[in-house]
């Protein structure tokens, strides 16, 4: 395209004569290093030199007489050059002009000649040989115009040019758009204006056949619609496009077009047209060539509630909390405003004294609660992208109801909002109540049981926990306890002044000795409020006397020969007032099979050995050849359960003959005073499985007495299995023998159970020990079993008078 606006010099007074810029358009401009620049305001403005100028009619170019202008010439085809020169009315000054054009900026000489004319310049300013029109060589584009053929080569010599213009041939800048959203944040839901401004960047060139498109970003829509504007159409497609075609633009203009747009989702919206384009220049790709801009649309804040603590008591105090949320996670909401009128049924809800007011995450609101009011009002919020802002208040109520309680909306700049919040604070009255744990333990220390099971004797502690499990405090606390109190057990340490809400306090009694059976006792504890006493509910701790008895018996009643098999049971009964957790076990020096039922088989089948339940277990032993050689076996038994240990019992089995024992006793614990009597006892028993018979005249017992106290005469009794015990005499010989004899008959001493006694007095002569042993069967008549029983002794100290 020709005519495009390169650059344009109309030199105007008061430039810089050494580089005068454009007066349009872009270049440079320079004198030669030999001319003397000047600003001539003879006649029209104008730029040139009043130094020496070559005064030869042919154009020598080392003298620099020149101007040199640097112009672009990209993408032009080619340059075309137009001005006026003019020489001044004196005779020194220069006629003749030449233009050259090239690629070099030091001599463009070297280039191409444009025109050359040596008497062309008169004193009138015209235009110099048209229009010069050259291709350019390379960019820049150098021309130079020089002066030559003066009168006289001094200074005076005076030359100069105006209005050089130069225009191009080639493709005119295209045009360029911007655009923008006003206002660039609504709410969703809301309109904006986008406006599009189209510019026309030559100076010299008109632009046709604009057109543009731009489809809008997800959530910001249009309705179907066109309009005719800046020389076009601008057409409207629902629900996103937008399309101008057909614009027209004049040099260096520019035009404003609009459209409604409708925000639907939160957010930002980055919205980016297409290229603009232009008959002329085509598409615009570059800078320019596409606009951008960004409308966010907010939502609404939203507005909880919270009464913490709920409930309250009467005239007490809680916080109500308001968390105000901005649900925009990349844009702030500011003008944040609410307010909160408080209920007035059942009572009047006012701001507490003090108001406990306070504000986080709000920027810098109008936020002054006034002690009393009924009501809070809130305004000038700022809350951060996604973040909340804590609005709180203090509150109080003298009347026992729910308050019910709503907000007023909240809302934003730009957004507005429509959000509310309730919560029901309730107050209730006064409710004071405290508690009591009793517990027990055979330890100051614990640890501590409801129960505790205790031998008879030991030492029992209890321990009282006492709670505030009210809602107010209390004074004068106390426990009663009567069963203690009437062994003698002091409580005055588990007494306290004050117990305030929520109170926990500890104390420990006793010990007092355990008496045998169960025994439950009850304690209570007592606190006042406003001089009124309250009681908590009893609580109760037992302890009961442990006890666990063991009776072992034989299935057998004697054995004979090594691998005999003896059958044990072991009856073990709770002999106490404790219940005994299973199970039950039984540790036996012989057997090594003892088994013993579950418990959970006898009683109330619980996993406990109740008082007065009894179980039986049961074990073998397998009889050996040292156990024959003995004569008998004799094992040894305790049983267990739930920690508790029987008496040890025992069972004695005897190889099949007799098995004769005696032993001795005295009637008076072992001491008698000189000039007193006391009794000795002989026992003769066989617990072995075989009767023992004396023939008549055998001895069956004898006893030699300590010489020196007097003898009473001896006397058999308690006869249990025994034949012809009128046929047992006994007697003390002089040498105080004591003898007894089976006479006139046998006498047999039956098998396991029998016995029979023989008793005497004796009366002491002197102070000293009294010993002696006793022998059964002295004469060995009989086969037993084991002899090494056979024999009894007994002591008596006998003291002199006092």
């Known amino acids: 395209m020709p005519g495009i606006s390169i650059a344009q010099w109309t030199f105007p007074a008061g430039f810089n004569v050494n580089a005068p810029a454009p007066s349009s358009g872009s270049g440079s401009a320079s004198p030669g290093a030999g001319l003397v620049p000047t600003s001539f305001t003879d006649g029209a403005n104008s730029w040139g030199t009043n130094g020496s100028v070559d005064s030869g009619a042919t154009l020598v170019t080392t003298f620099n007489d020149y101007l040199q202008f640097s112009i672009s010439s990209s993408g032009l085809s080619s340059i075309s050059l137009t001005f006026d020169g003019r020489r001044s009315s004196g005779a020194n000054s220069p006629t003749g002009i030449a233009v050259y054009h090239g690629s070099a900026p030091g001599n463009p000489e070297t280039g191409t000649l444009l025109y050359s004319n040596a008497n ?76 599009f401004t189209i510019t026309n960047p030559n100076a010299s060139v008109a632009l046709s056949g604009i057109q543009f498109s731009d489809t809008l970003p997800a959530g910001v829509t ?15 497609t629902a629900p996103s496009t937008i399309a101008f075609t057909g ?72 916080t109500l909390t308001f968390t105000l949320t901005n649900p925009n996670p990349d844009d702030q909401l500011t003008g944040v405003q609410f307010s909160d009128t408080f209920p007035t049924s059942p009572g009047a809800l006012v701001v507490a004294n003090p108001t406990g007011a306070s504000t986080s995450g709000c920027g810098s609101p109008t936020y002054a609660p006034v002690a009393g009011a009924g009501s809070i009002t809130f305004t000038g919020g700022t809350i951060a992208a996604g973040g909340t802002c804590t609005v709180t208040v203090d509150v109080t109520a003298a009347a026992i109801g729910d308050y019910a309680n709503t907000s007023g909306a909240v809302s934003a700049a730009t957004v507005g909002g429509g959000d509310t919040a309730s919560d029901t604070l309730t107050v209730n009255p006064v409710n004071p109540s405290l508690a009591i744990l009793k517990r027990v333990s055979t330890s100051g220390s614990g640890p501590w049981t409801a129960f505790v099971g205790v031998t008879a004797g030991a030492d029992v502690f209890f321990q009282f926990t006492v709670e505030n499990t009210g809602d107010v405090a209390l004074s004068s606390v106390n426990v009663t306890d009567p ?16 117990m305030p809400l929520f109170d926990l306090q500890t104390c420990v009694v ?63 009964t709770n002999s106490g007032s404790a219940p005994l957790e299973g199970p039950v076990s039984i540790d036996d020096d012989r ?52 920690g508790v240990t029987s008496n040890t019992d025992s069972a004695t089995v ?45 001895a069956i017992l004898s006893d030699p007495l300590p010489a020196g106290p007097t003898y009473g005469a001896p006397t058999a009794g308690s006869f249990t299995g025994i034949t012809n015990p009128g046929n047992i005499s006994c007697s003390i010989d002089g040498s105080d023998v004591l ?61 002199p008078l006092p």
């Open 120 to 195: 062309v310049l008169t004193s009138t300013m015209a235009n110099i040989g048209g229009t010069h029109t050259f291709t350019p060589a390379g960019n820049p584009a150098f021309v130079r115009i020089y002066f030559f053929n003066a009168g006289n080569p001094v200074s005076g010599s005076d030359g100069m040019v105006d209005n050089v213009d130069f225009t191009g041939c080639g493709i005119p800048n295209p045009p360029t758009i911007s655009k923008s959203f006003a206002p660039s944040a609504v709410a969703v839901g809301a309109t904006s204006t986008l406006s």
């Open 222 to 236: 249009v309705t179907t619609g066109s309009a005719s504007v800046c020389g076009g159409m601008l057409s409207r």
């Open 247 to 318: 614009g027209t633009l004049a040099a260096g203009a520019n035009c404003t077009m609009s459209v409604t747009v409708t925000v639907t989702t939160s957010g930002p919206h980055t919205n980016i047209s297409g290229y603009i384009s232009s008959t002329q220049s085509g598409e615009n790709t570059g800078p320019g060539g596409s606009a951008s801009d960004s409308i966010t649309a907010l939502l609404p804040p939203s507005i909880d509630k919270l009464f913490d603590p709920n409930p309250i008591q009467t005239n007490a105090v809680s």
């Open 483 to 498: 069963t203690l109190t009437g062994l003698g057990v002091n409580l005055s340490g588990c007494a306290w002044a004050n």
């Open 510 to 572: 006793g010990p007092v000795a355990a008496q045998a059976g169960a025994h439950s006792n009850t304690a209570t504890a007592h606190g006042t409020y406003s001089s009124t006493v309250y009681d908590s509910t009893p609580s109760t701790a037992t302890y009961a006397t442990i006890g666990l008895a063991l009776a072992k018996s034989v299935a057998e009643g004697f054995y004979t020969l090594a691998g005999d098999v003896l059958n044990y049971s072991y009856q073990v």
């Open 591 to 642: 057997s090594t099979n003892e088994a013993c039922p579950d418990v959970s088989t006898v009683g109330d089948l619980d996993a406990f050995l109740d008082p007065g339940e009894s179980i039986t277990c049961t074990a073998s032993y397998t009889v050996t050849a040292g156990d024959v050689s003995a004569g008998s076996v004799t094992n040894t038994a305790t049983a267990e359960a739930g």
């Open 654 to 698: 005897f190889v099949n003959l007799p098995e004769l024992t005696v032993s001795k006793a005295n009637d008076t614990g072992g001491v008698v005073t000189l000039g007193d009597s006391f009794s000795w006892t002989l026992t003769v028993a066989d617990p072995g499985p075989v009767a023992a018979t004396f023939a008549d005249g055998q």
């Open 739 to 799: 003898t007894c004899t089976a006479s006139g008959a046998a006498v047999t001493i039956g098998a396991t159970t029998s016995s029979f006694t023989v008793t005497c007095t004796v009366t002491p002569s002197a102070a000293g020990d009294l010993a002696n042993t006793a022998t059964v069967d002295p004469d060995d008549v009989i086969n037993e079993a084991d002899d090494g029983n056979n024999t009894g002794s007994d002591t008596v100290t006998v003291v």
